[in-house]
């Protein structure tokens, strides 16, 4: 195990954990587990070692989500959301003085990214925007009709997709960070919903100011296809096998018991178990295999843009959206009774509430509908073991 | 094929499919076609009449961003394709 996972461990098992169950039931900020994650200084760990951070690989990230999702749904979804903004700004702000200097911002006072492509008329359609950066001079201005931003109101800046300029098409977009004190946020709607309650995704009508540095450089076409739709799909995936992980832990503690208590017999439940032991494999080694291949293609950026890549990437999060409630409703069959309960150690409830979100977050049939379109142009059957 | 001959048919693929904002004739063989409205979606539709009008098939090892960047590109991509038809 790294240092790090170390660390995310015991955030995970002392802190979210202790408050996941008043973060869920209040729909509030897991204000706790961030106090710990920043003063374990993990917020900041995709930072480049030049910057002050701890040049963490992606693998490291998954890892993490994976760690905190099995204490605290809300709590590992919100590391994963930052960790997508930190390496949209990592990888494509290298070569630009004010995103270095947000690097070393982002490791060395653990600032709280959070993001803004959601925009009320385009729904789920992250590759288009209504609202434009809008230049005068060496400054703009951008106002955005944001109807999801988790956490918006506890993050120290937000990552804003918006059309290049003004008179830019819908799908010429650019992303900008913009920081606390340049920007307001009018709360329009909030966020009462079955599960993540915790990730507080408010809507809101976002008006920023800033300087023309602060856009990221590389077109966010390019910037999306390699790093943030990637990111966002094994991070979250990650997080989505973490509370499914969770899930099972119970129901094999809930068979333990059994087992102990009826000593020389097995449990009626122990072959569900067994069965979802199997899914749960399957889920695991899906996202494992797509983190090492994007791990593999960022060394090598031409492959970064195969559209092979793109469907592998986009399987992972529709795959995974979909065995995380499949494997916990597994979970929830063995524990029976006490699963279905709100309470207990065998309660399933919120890992279940929290697993729907996934096929809905980015929606499930978007995603293949986007890949259906890919798929008319691949043909080969690629090695197993390429 | 001349490569003008073959730059001509890539255009008319260009712009039979609606493949870009622009009409292709304005376009020089160099210009990136990112940069003039190409999406990666559309890149599929633009591969689909390329093989239709010059009956070849793309593996999947040529569906990547720098195959699809120009017309020049295209017409090396499309050149490379025609000789190992020629070929086998
Ligand atoms: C927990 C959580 C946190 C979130 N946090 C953020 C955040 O911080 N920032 C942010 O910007 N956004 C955030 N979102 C929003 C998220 O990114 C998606 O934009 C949102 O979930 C999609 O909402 P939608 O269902 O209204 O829209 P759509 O994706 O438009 O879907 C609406 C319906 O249309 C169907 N549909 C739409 N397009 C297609 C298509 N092409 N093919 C087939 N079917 C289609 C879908 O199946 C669905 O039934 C969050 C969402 C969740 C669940």
Known sequence: MTLLLARARQVGSEVAARHAESVDRD???????????????????????????????????????????????????????????VACVVRHGQDSAWHRKLMERLAGEQLLLASATTEA?????????????????????????????????????????????????????????????????????????LGMRGTCSDGFVLRASGDIAQVLPTPYAEISAQTMLPTTHLT?????????????????????????????????????????????????ANVVAATRDYQRAMEQAEALTALSFAVEMNNVKTGSAQMATQVINHALLVCGLAGYRND???????????AHSAAVMINNDRILANSAGLLLALKDEPELFA | MTTSELGH????????????????????????LYAAGLTSHATVNLMLGLEERFDVEFPDRLLRRRTFESIDAISAAVTELLASKKAA
């Open chain 1, 344 to 354: 207990g150690p065998y309660t399933v409830t919120r890992h279940l509430r929290d």
């Open chain 1, 121 to 193: 008329g385009v729904g789920g359609d992250v590759r288009s925007s209504v609202c434009a950066v809008e230049r005068k001079g060496k400054r703009f201005t951008l106002q955005k009709n944001a109807s999801v931003i988790s956490y918006g109101a506890d993050a120290d800046g937000i990552l804003v997709t918006a059309r290049r300029a003004a008179d830019a098409p819908a799908s010429d977009q650019s992303i900008v960070p913009v920081l606390k004190g340049e920007y307001t946020l009018e709360r329009t709607s909030g966020w009462d919903t």
């Open chain 1, 236 to 284: 979250w995936a990650g997080v989505w096998l973490g509370i499914a992980s969770d899930a099972v832990s119970r129901a094999r503690a809930f068979i333990r018991a059994e087992a102990r208590r009826k000593p020389g017999t097995t449990p009626s439940g122990a072959v569900r178990l067994a069965e979802t032991v199997n899914l749960l494999q399957f889920m695991r």
């Open chain 2, 9 to 32: 048919q890539i255009r008319l693929v260009l712009n039979e499919g609606g493949t870009l904002p622009v009409d292709a004739t304005t376009l020089k063989d160099g210009d990136d």
């Open chain 1, 27 to 85: 729909a509030r900020f897991p204000r706790e587990a961030f106090d710990a994650l920043k003063q374990a200084k993990l917020l900041g760990i995709a930072v480049p070692r030049a910057q002050g951070g701890d040049g963490a690989p992606i693998s490291d990230i998954v890892a993490v989500c994976h760690a905190l999702g099995q204490h605290c749904g809300s709590t590992a979804m919100i590391f994963a959301m930052h960790q997508i903004q």
